[in-house]
Nanobody
Framework: VQLQASGGGLVQAEGSLRLSCVAS????????MTWYRQAPGKQRELVAS???????AYANSVKGRFTISRDNAKNAVYLQMNSLKPEDTAVYYC?????????WGQGTLVTVSS
């Protein structure tokens, strides 16, 4: 499984970005798709996840600001990020679980300036 993430960039605080992750296979069979992020000098952390049934989960730090969604027809998952803060600056990674295997995409850098 190949996961291609895109949409990162430089944005001012309170701005918005939309990240996309497109899979090389039909995501209908994926148990879950998740966005993680890793800031400089910090551990990778879960940002938002969506499971096959559509339920979603978010880190407390992004609740109310970020929205994860999936489009099975396009084999894609998205992360709409609003009201961005400088502390959201990180490399964002797309990940998918298919049966018992976790797949990772390359990261996309999000930089939020104050």
């Amino acid at each position: 499984v190949q996961l291609q993430a895109s949409g990162g960039g430089l944005v001012q605080a309170e701005g918005s970005l939309r990240l996309s992750c497109v899979a090389s296979e039909n995501i209908f069979s994926f148990n879950s798709m998740t966005w993680y992020r890793q800031a400089p000098g910090k551990q990778r952390e879960l940002v938002a996840s969506v499971i096959a049934g559509g339920a979603t989960a978010y880190a407390n730090s992004v609740k109310g600001r970020f929205t994860i969604s999936r489009d099975n027809a396009k084999n894609a998952v998205y992360l709409q990020m609003n009201s961005l803060k400088p502390e959201d600056t990180a490399v964002y990674y797309c990940s998918a679980v298919q049966r018992v295997t976790r797949h990772w995409g390359q990261g996309t850098l999000v930089t939020v300036s104050s």
